[in-house]
């Protein structure tokens, strides 16, 4: 098969379309003819030789796919060679077939194509088990969402108005602010412009946020536990401005407020599952109703990635990036 390596780290010309050896399905895993998969920022992370894949996954990046199951591995049931699919990956999906722990796959979802369905399984998996199964996020409260039109933000706007939660963004322009009120954000803040904290406060007259997804992590940190409300829950998932940064604990025991950090590629494949599992309960249905939908900025051949990459880093996109096998 051929896939995109990266032979060695560097910008996008690093990423290299190359001949290499099939994957092979072991035990609970499928084989995936990929139909597409979908540039994350975690991809240009590995590319500039900043984030490794686990050991054992795939070497090439990807971190989620959609394609037709090509052969099942030993021990695999309940799925068929045929059956259209998408996938969460530790990494492989820049490739032409991949190979898939069976606890990682999802149905692609009523009214879905096969290739839209790329933009899904990465951003549905983090976010809800970041705002919903870490964050507890309920009807009525308000969340901030950083990075409102990016592939996370698109999504996450749209699940947390779904479960009746008030949305506020931060994006850098207005176009793409109004993209997010498309989807139905109801507090939009140019932080190229506006204090987040202080829109925040005023929007809420005076709480802050009850739940803060961050992709910006030690930039905001201090700015981020400021704009939570009493009992607020702050889930870092990217670091994008840094990586330490100065915590003032006072303010956190004052509110009674929680931060959490996590990352999903390395995790065990069974909390993996688990997470799979929940997106297909809760997600999957809000989808095939048409209540929430995966956005997508544009589609480009995969030997075309290092062209993805670029869209990503100049950052004008809004939705997912996708890229066709």
Same mark, same amino acid.
């Given at each position: 098969?051929?896939?995109?390596?990266? #032979?060695?780290?560097?910008?996008?010309?690093?990423?290299?379309?190359?001949?290499?050896?099939?994957?092979?399905?072991?035990?609970?895993?499928?084989?995936?003819?990929?139909?597409?998969?979908?540039?994350?920022?975690?991809?240009?992370?590995?590319?500039?030789?900043?984030?490794?894949?686990? #050991?054992?996954?795939? #070497?090439?990046?990807?971190?989620? !796919?959609?394609?037709?199951?090509?052969?099942?591995?030993?021990?695999?049931?309940?799925?068929?060679?045929?059956?259209?699919? !998408?996938?969460?990956?530790?990494?492989?999906?820049?490739?032409?077939?991949?190979?898939?722990?069976?606890?990682?796959?999802?149905?692609?979802?009523?009214?879905?194509?096969?290739?839209?369905?790329?933009?899904?399984?990465?951003?549905? !998996?983090?976010?809800?088990?970041?705002?919903?199964?870490?964050?507890?996020?309920? #009807?009525?409260?308000?969340?901030?969402?950083?990075?409102?039109?990016?592939?996370?933000?698109?999504?996450?706007?749209?699940?947390?108005?779904?479960?009746?939660?008030?949305?506020?963004?931060?994006?850098?322009?207005?176009?793409?602010?109004?993209? !997010?009120?498309?989807?139905?954000?109801?507090?939009?803040?140019?932080?190229?412009?506006?204090?987040?904290?202080?829109?925040?406060?005023?929007?809420?007259?005076?709480?802050?946020?009850?739940?803060?997804?961050?992709?910006?992590?030690?930039?905001?940190?201090?700015?981020?536990?400021?704009?939570?409300?009493?009992?607020?829950?702050?889930?870092?998932?990217?670091?994008?401005?840094?990586?330490?940064?100065?915590?003032?604990?006072?303010?956190?025991?004052?509110?009674?407020?929680? +931060?959490?950090?996590?990352?999903?590629?390395?995790?065990?494949?069974?909390?993996?599952?688990?997470?799979?599992?929940?997106?297909?309960?809760?997600?999957?249905?809000?989808?095939?109703?048409?209540? +929430?939908?995966?956005?997508?900025?544009?589609?480009?051949?995969?030997?075309?990635?290092?062209?993805?990459?670029?869209?990503?880093?100049?950052?004008?996109?809004?939705?997912?990036?996708?890229?066709?096998?």
């Amino acid at each position: 098969m051929h896939a995109i390596t990266i #032979p060695e780290p560097g910008g996008p010309e690093a990423l290299v379309w190359a001949e290499v050896p099939d994957p092979v399905p072991g035990e609970g895993e499928v084989l995936v003819d990929v139909a597409a998969s979908a540039v994350n920022r975690a991809d240009l992370l590995q590319r500039q030789g900043f984030y490794d894949p686990p #050991p054992g996954a795939s #070497p090439y990046p990807g971190l989620e !796919c959609s394609g037709r199951i090509a052969a099942l591995g030993p021990g695999v049931t309940g799925w068929a060679v045929g059956d259209e699919v !998408c996938a969460l990956l530790a990494g492989g999906g820049y490739a032409e077939k991949v190979a898939v722990p069976v606890g990682q796959l999802l149905p692609v979802p009523v009214g879905v194509d096969l290739v839209t369905a790329a933009a899904l399984p990465e951003v549905a !998996c983090t976010v809800w088990s970041n705002i919903f199964l870490v964050a507890h996020l309920r #009807p009525g409260e308000t969340l901030l969402v950083h990075g409102g039109a990016s592939g996370i933000g698109t999504l996450a706007i749209q699940l947390a108005k779904a479960v009746g939660a008030r949305v506020a963004v931060t994006a850098g322009s207005a176009d793409k602010l109004d993209q !997010c009120r498309k989807l139905g954000a109801d507090i939009l803040i140019n932080y190229r412009e506006q204090d987040f904290v202080e829109e925040i406060r005023e929007a809420t007259a005076g709480a802050g946020a009850d739940v803060i997804l961050d992709i910006i992590g030690a930039k905001y940190l201090d700015r981020n536990v400021k704009a939570l409300a009493v009992n607020g829950r702050l889930a870092i998932i990217g670091l994008q401005g840094g990586v330490k940064g100065e915590l003032n604990l006072g303010t956190l025991l004052a509110k009674r407020a929680a +931060v959490t950090a996590t990352s999903l590629r390395a995790r065990p494949l069974a909390e993996k599952a688990t997470i799979v599992a929940a997106v297909r309960e809760h997600v999957w249905p809000l989808i095939e109703t048409g209540r +929430v939908r995966p956005v997508v900025d544009r589609t480009l051949p995969l030997r075309e990635a290092a062209e993805g990459h670029r869209v990503l880093d100049a950052g004008a996109h809004v939705g997912k990036v996708l890229l066709t096998a």
